[in-house]
């Protein structure tokens, strides 16, 4: 079964700094990866996803990630942060590999960008 | 192209009652998955729906149902409401539901039961 886990449920960084938010994964088959942004009161957005072509995906908003597969992990990174990146942010995994619709999600990690 | 559309947005009901959510896919898209978030249980799966058959479903009692339509759209339905029930039901789309397929979610309804 798959099974995602984001290390830190909170992350706080100054305006200008690197953005790393961990995301390590669990998975019997290759994995279809996810990171999705939540405003508040809004619903998930895509930043981006790994679906077994480059492992350095680009996203939107300056956003990448890279997939390891030795080390089972898919972590987000920016290189500066902007006051508007603050969200909350959750990494899912596409949970049945010959059938889509469901995806499960880490805990989350609320990222907060201090002026 | 319009995103995914949820009706109601906010929704206040009693223990005992029941309600039934409604969410509009992008057009041409033919899955549709409801997820609960919950500030205790992060995001959870619902069930998935492909041409108007449920194809996956999560670890939530049978209060919690749900139909799709001919013309993709989709409702939930929660009979007989805990307290415990109160959260944001967020519905996503995606147009081939593959697994590789972006889901692409509405604003989310926000149920609170009293």
């Known amino acids: 079964a798959q099974s995602v886990t984001q290390l830190g449920s909170h992350v706080s960084v100054s305006e200008g700094a690197l953005v790393l938010l961990r995301c390590n994964y669990s998975?019997?088959?290759?994995?279809?990866l996810f990171w999705y942004v939540q405003y508040p009161n809004q619903g998930l957005q895509l930043l981006l996803k790994?679906?077994?072509?480059?492992?350095l995906v680009k996203g939107i908003n300056g956003f990448e990630a890279e997939f390891k597969k030795s080390e089972t992990s898919f972590h987000l990174t920016k290189p500066s942060a902007h006051m508007s990146d603050a969200a909350e942010y959750f990494c899912?995994?596409?949970?049945?590999?010959?059938?889509?619709?469901?995806?499960?999600f880490g805990q989350g990690t609320e990222l907060s960008v201090k002026p | 192209k319009a995103g995914v559309t949820q009706t109601p947005r906010y929704l206040i009901k009693t223990r005992g009652q029941q309600v039934t959510l409604s969410c509009s896919p992008i057009?041409?898209?033919?899955?549709v998955s409801w997820y609960q978030q919950t500030p205790g249980q992060g995001l959870q799966f619902l069930f998935e729906?492909?041409?108007?058959?449920?194809?996956n479903k999560g670890n939530f009692p049978g209060r919690f149902s749900g139909r799709q339509f001919s013309n993709s759209r989709s409702e939930m339905n929660v009979s007989t409401l805990e307290l415990g029930d109160s959260a944001l039901y967020l519905c996503?789309?995606?147009?081939?539901?593959?697994?590789?397929?972006?889901?692409?979610f509405g604003p989310g309804t926000r149920l609170t039961v009293l």
């Open positions: 996503a789309s995606s147009s081939r539901g593959t697994s590789a397929d972006t889901q692409y």
């Open positions: 998975s019997s088959v290759p994995p279809y």
């Open positions: 790994y679906t077994s072509a480059a492992t």
């Open positions: 899912a995994v596409s949970a049945n590999y010959n059938q889509g619709g469901k995806l499960i």
């Open positions: 057009s041409g898209h033919r899955s």
């Open positions: 729906y492909f041409s108007e058959t449920q194809r």
